[in-house]
């Protein structure tokens, strides 16, 4: 990123405020076991159900564990989860879309049919699906957010290849004697790299629903692992004598998506043409 990207980033509010959340979970997770007060996996049945305290500043969950340490360690979890599956799915549906604009025929033919298969199901129904076959764990759970994912970023990156590869650099490239993956990945993937980052930014909040949502179901991390969706999953027997331990987890998965998506709207504005009058 240049100095004058992160001057903008800086200036834009929406960034600014979202990269200040992001970066609290972030130091959180990193320093889980410096800031952790107790083991999260400790129990102590004879302080179970424990409200708010100086003693347990979140309190304690059925088993008597520190909930304010579990809720830390699930930030580990909840971004691991949701960065390689970002990854994955870049990964894969940027390449998709990079040969499917370029090549075009029948290679472009089936790149969509594909996706089109994929969008034609619910995306939680896929995921589900995808973690009952391969049972649940976390390299799974990454795995399968991974690979429903991909659909939005092929379609992205065909466009944007579209646009791009009749423009002259890319014909000088090739009368040049480049190669088709030489001009596909030095010269066309640049181009459209700003809408991919955007893109990843907002994905990385859906990927950690996405998570949440399957541990809530029990098809994501299985206990004794801490989660932000097992731990909610499991408040909700006690939701009306021990509400907390459902509402800090919350409060964690709304904080933290609320930081990529509003990190992910900064860029956006700041890397569209049409927002940059507005920001400057």
Known sequence: MTADFLKKLLRNKS?????????????????APVISPYDPYEMHMENRLAPPGSEHIMGTDQYGRDLFSRVIYGAII???????AVGVSMALGVFLGLISGYFGGWVDRVVMVLVDIFLSFPIILLAIAFVAVLGPSPKNVMLALGLIY??????????GVLAVKEEEFVLAARTTGAGDF???FLYILPNVLAPII???????????ISESTLSFL???????????????????????????ISIFPGCSIMLTVLGFNLLGN???????????????
């Open 15 to 31: 960034a600014l405020i979202g990269g200040v959340l992001i970066a609290i979970v972030v130091l959180c997770a990193l320093l």
């Open 78 to 84: 909840s971004l691991q989860v949701g960065f390689i």
């Open 150 to 159: 991909w659909t939005n970023y092929a379609r992205t990156v065909r466009a």
């Open 182 to 184: 030489r001009i596909i």
């Open 198 to 208: 955007v893109m990843a930014t907002l994905g990385l909040g859906t990927a950690i």
């Open 218 to 244: 029990g098809l994501g991390i299985q206990p004794p692992e801490a989660s932000w969706g097992n731990t909610l999953a499991f408040g909700l027997k006690f939701l009306w004598d021990a509400p907390h």
């Open 266 to 280: 900064g860029i956006r504005d700041i890397t569209d043409p049409r927002m940059n009058r507005a920001i400057q």
